[in-house]
Structure formats: C-alpha cells, structure tokens
C-alpha cells in the first residue's frame, strides 16, 4: 500500500518535477528584473550638499514623480511619435509584402519554391545589428555603390540620412529583415488549407485571384492578426537600427526612440530611477495596446462565428 501510495505522488508530482526549471528560469531572469524595475521607479537619489562623503547621496522614496516627469518630458513623447510614424511605413508595408509573397509561394505553377522561400527568410537570420550596419553603409554616398550608379546615368541622390527620407531608411531596414518571417508564418497557414476547398472553389468557376481574396487570405486571418502583433511590439521596441545608423548620421538623436532614450538616462545620465519609469511605461503602453488589439481580434471573429 505504502509503495502503491509512494508511486501515485510522484506520478501526480512529475509535471511540476518538470516545471520547476522554467517557472525558476522565468523568476530569476523575469519575473525578479521586472520588480527590481518597478522598485527603482518608485525611488530615487537625494544629494546632501555637494554629494561628497559618506551618506551625501540617498536613496528615497519617490512615489509617482518619476511618473510624472517621464510622461512631461518632450524627448520621451517625441520619441514616441517618432516611432509611431515609422510604426505606420514599417508595419502595413512590411505585412503586406509578407502576405503577397505567401500567395505567390502557394500559387499552382511556381518554379524553384524551397529555393525561394528559404531566400526570403534569409535576411530575418541576419542580426539586426549587423543589417543595419549594411545598409547603413549602402545609404552613404561615399562607400554606396547605388550613388555611383545614380552619379553615372546623372539622376539626383537623395540623402536618405538627412530629415523625412530617413524614416524610409530605416523602415527599409526593418521590412527587409522582417518580411522573410511573417511570410513563413501566413506561407504555413496557406499550406494548411484543405486542397478540397481549392478544387470545389475551381469547380465554381473561381479564378485564382477570387480564390486568393476570397479563400485564402479569409481562411489565413488568423496568421495576419498573430504576425499584425508581434509586428506591433517590434516597432515599440525599435533600438537596433537607430542606435546603428547614429554615428552616420546627425539625423538620429540619443533619444530618437523611447528606447533609446531609457538607455540614455540610465547609461548616459546614470539616472537609473528614471530609466525604469520610462521602460515600465513603454511596457505598459506595449501590454495596453497588444491586449486591446487581441481582444478587438478575437470580438471580431467571434461575430463572425456567430453570423
């Protein structure tokens, strides 16, 4: 009976046996930073004097005005609406070419498709790091090889560096390296249609065009609104690219994205306190928008369910 009793416990305790790696992982390297983050954004430093000698600078308790001051200060919002413009080239741009390659890839009669598909995916391998530092060098009229084409057949070069053109360099950069990705996850879900639907769409009459906007772009809204999101966080989150393309250009400020201006304070300025007001807003921002846009999501299919 003991042994009988002894076995059914470590049956029953074996799935938390097994969780117990990643719910430690997720404290240590999660959960534990993120209150850490929220600890620091309640404080802050008191200098005493000219901040000299032991016990000169303090930490306090701050309450919300590190709150305060990080949603009135005119960097940080500029910052924002510098990203919602790229947000608004990025996202649509890049989606949609994710989404046209995927219908072409699942056409009938396409030559060549491992080879293709594995080279639109290609530049999502490419750290993001090193294809800013590429296309950075490209966007530079001395070392551009497409500068010295343009300079030989006589036509202008833009300066893609320099004020609204820059927006486009760096979207560019971001619908290069993230088209492959979003193209293999609608390109997996056209692949998991029914050929069924297909042959009863053709017996119909259908064209393949009608069967694109009418079946397989429906039948894949779910993977439009999965890749719309991760897009959505990714363009919050820009970093790389900016902070890349910085020493190329005066164009780009230390604090051109809300992340880039976290950075700043807590690297630059040694301001940590504030650094992480600022990142659990933009966390914050990031959870209240991705929520509500699920939501919408899931409302919208459910009525569609219902009809």
Not at 230 to 244: D, K
């Amino acid at each position: 009976m003991t042994s009988a009793r002894r076995t059914s416990y470590g049956v029953k305790g074996a799935p938390y046996a097994f969780l117990l790696p990643a719910v430690i992982l997720f404290a240590l390297f999660f959960a534990l930073p993120i209150g850490y983050a929220l600890w620091l954004s309640l404080h802050k430093v008191k200098v005493s004097g000219l901040g000299l000698g032991a016990g000169a600078r303090k930490e306090v308790w701050a309450g919300i005005g590190n709150y305060t001051d990080a949603l009135t200060d005119s960097e940080l919002l500029g910052g924002a609406l510098r990203v919602a413009g790229y947000g608004a080239i990025v996202v649509p741009v890049m989606l949609g070419l994710a989404l046209v390659l995927a219908l072409m890839l699942d056409a009938d009669k396409v030559r060549f498709t491992p080879f293709t598909r594995l080279a639109i995916f290609l530049p999502y391998a490419i750290p993001g790091v090193v294809a800013a530092l590429l296309w950075g060098f490209l966007y530079l009229p001395d070392v551009s090889p497409f500068y010295f084409v343009l300079d030989k057949l006589g036509l202008p070069q833009p300066d893609l560096l320099d004020g609204g053109p820059l927006y486009l360099a760096l979207s560019n950069i971001a619908v290069w390296g993230g088209t492959g990705f979003n193209m293999i996850v609608i390109y997996t879900s056209l692949r998991s249609i029914p050929a069924e639907v297909y042959e009863a769409a053709k017996l119909d009459g259908a064209t393949p065009l009608q069967i694109a906007l009418r079946i397989k772009i429906p039948m894949v809204a779910p993977s439009l609104v999965l890749t719309f999101f991760f897009s959505i966080i990714a363009t919050l989150q820009v970093f790389s690219e900016p902070t890349t393309l910085k020493p190329l250009t005066n164009s780009v400020s230390t604090t051109w994205s809300p992340l880039m201006k976290v950075y700043q304070d807590a690297f630059g300025k040694g301001d940590i306190y504030s650094a992480a007001a600022e990142a659990t807003i933009i966390a914050i921002v990031t959870l209240v928008l991705s929520f509500g846009f699920l939501r919408a999501a899931n409302s919208r299919n459910k009525q569609e369910a219902a009809r």
